[in-house]
């Protein structure tokens, strides 16, 4: 069936294209793209590889946009193609993992064009995924990966591409993709997959857009912000209470360029699972105030007008529970509708292991 609609949707863009040769060249391109996928399951825990049971094959459609400039953000990444993309997937376990459905906004940066039609890129994307079949304790007891249908969802790749000609480019990719709900549910071991893929863009008729745009806060430099979060998690097995989470940053950060950032937080976590987790490592505690974590990150932020990904590598200063090292990461996606503003959603892990998923909101001092 994947063979039937491939060719298909090649037929349907040769045909288009030799009817639109003469299509308008204007400032921001759209197009159209096509991915046949298939991989296997990368396993991490040694009782999840009953998971594995065939390779997995995915299907995905993407809506492509290329600006000439009229943003900011298009020279400084070397005008990278971004848009939005549904990812339909085949798990490779149909009894116990079932299919899977992503819709996720990506971008995809130019790194090297040894010759005019030949580019090499890397994609990033994340978005939302939902799992067909979910962990049960009588129904679905063997799956130990995902425990709620609706996940967080994340493709990270390398892209190669050649232009057959203004209108049409082949191209293949590796992708690491990933599911996940955070610890918000357990178990939560996630799924990993390793695919490889084939496929083909088609750029459509261009879109007319107006003259650059202005960013003001794009040119700020010292940069002061207090940033709340909230979050929910469950701990150890399957079906246990939800805790709450909450924590207070404050962020300094300084433009190494005017589209990049660096800075450092500090982070203090208030985990009420943690009162769990010492009571089960039989670690002493008295005040709530021990329950705290306190934390430094080193932050990088790059930054697309309004929108931004921050990427933090931080170490705890103050935290009774060692189970997880003193090392933690967050990876943020920010938008700011105002100049002051910052809406802010974030995973937070040690490493492999999630620790939460992090909603808040920042507010710039300085």
């Known amino acids: 069936m994947i063979k039937q609609i491939t060719l298909s949707i ?3 863009l040769y045909c288009h294209n030799a009817s639109s040769a003469n299509a308008d060249t204007t400032a921001l391109k759209q197009g159209l793209g096509y991915r046949v996928h298939t991989g296997i399951l990368q396993y991490h825990h040694k009782e999840m590889e009953i998971l594995r049971r065939k390779p997995a094959t995915a299907i995905e459609i993407l809506y492509v946009l290329k600006g000439k400039g009229e943003e900011p953000w298009h020279r400084f990444y070397g005008y990278p193609q971004y848009g939005v993309s549904y990812f339909f997937m085949d798990l490779g376990n149909r009894e116990i993992l079932g299919y899977s459905h992503a819709i996720y906004p990506f971008i995809n940066f130019n790194v090297y064009s040894p010759t005019k039609n030949v580019n090499f890129g890397l994609l990033a994307g994340s978005g939302l995924g939902y ?8 129904q679905n007891f063997k799956n130990t990966a995902i425990s709620s249908h609706f996940n967080a969802f994340i493709n990270l ?3 190669l591409s050649y232009s057959l000609s203004s209108h049409i480019a082949l191209n293949a990719n590796f992708n690491l993709v990933h599911f996940s709900n955070g610890s918000y549910k357990k178990p939560n071991s996630g799924l990993n997959y390793s695919l490889l893929s084939i496929g083909a863009n088609y750029t459509l008729k261009s879109i007319k857009t107006s003259s650059i745009k202005a ?10 912000m207090v940033l709340g979060v909230a979050s929910q998690k469950e701990v150890k097995g399957a079906g246990g209470p ?13 433009p190494i360029k005017n589209l990049w950032r660096v800075g450092l937080s500090g982070d203090f976590m208030y985990d009420t699972s943690n009162k769990f987790i010492l009571d089960y490592q039989h670690v002493s505690w008295e005040t709530p105030w021990q329950i705290a974590k306190g934390g430094i990150a080193l932050n990088t932020e790059f930054i697309l007008n309004r929108f931004s990904t921050v990427f933090a590598l931080g170490s705890y200063v103050y935290n009774l529970d060692s189970s997880n090292g003193k090392v933690y990461q967050r990876v943020s996606l920010r938008y700011r509708p105002t100049d002051r503003i910052f809406l802010h959603l974030a995973l937070k892990t040690h490493w492999t292991i999630a620790d939460y998923i992090e909603v808040g909101v920042g507010f710039k001092i300085l």
């Open 131 to 138: 799992v067909t079949k979910a962990y049960h304790r009588t």
């Open 242 to 254: 939800k805790y709450s989470v909450s924590s207070f940053s404050v962020e300094y950060s300084y």
């Open 157 to 159: 790749g390398a892209t």
């Open 10 to 12: 090649l037929a349907l």
């Open 215 to 224: 960013y003001p806060f794009l040119a700020e430099k010292h940069r002061l």
